[in-house]
Nanobody
Framework: QVYLVESGGGTVQAGGSLRLSCAAS????????MKWYRQAPGKERELVAT???????VYEDVVAGRFIISRDNSRNRVSLQMNSLTIEDTAVYYC?????????WGRGTRVTVAS
């Protein structure tokens, strides 16, 4: 069974930072591409950042230069460092991976950015 458990969400003032973490189990973590998505109220879920098994990263334009995705294969964890947060970053953030073309999701962690 694949489990993804996010943590680190909370409320932060605009301009502040948060670090999200996702603990994975049930997969051979080091070979998996890991992704962070987010879903803002009333909007569709959107991809935020991707990290490949080799550590290569891809960011969506709305977070490029502010967010940093990283992974720790020794701990089966992927993190998302979020800096210079804006109100538009308010969302539930989800960890994601795929195995045999099946998507696996965590339950999400809520991030609220206050003005």
């Amino acid at each position: 069974q694949v489990y993804l458990v996010e943590s680190g969400g909370g409320t932060v003032q605009a301009g502040g930072s948060l670090r999200l973490s996702c603990a994975a189990s049930g997969i051979n973590f080091k070979i998996h591409t890991m992704k962070w998505y987010r879903q803002a109220p009333g909007k569709e879920r959107e991809l935020v950042a991707t990290i490949g098994s080799g550590g290569n990263t891809v960011y969506e334009d709305v977070v490029a230069g502010r967010f940093i995705i990283s992974r720790d294969n020794s701990r089966n964890r992927v993190s998302l460092q979020m800096n210079s947060l804006t109100i538009e970053d308010t969302a539930v953030y989800y960890c994601n991976t795929q195995r045999q073309n099946v998507n696996f999701w965590g339950r999400g962690t809520r991030v609220t950015v206050a003005s």
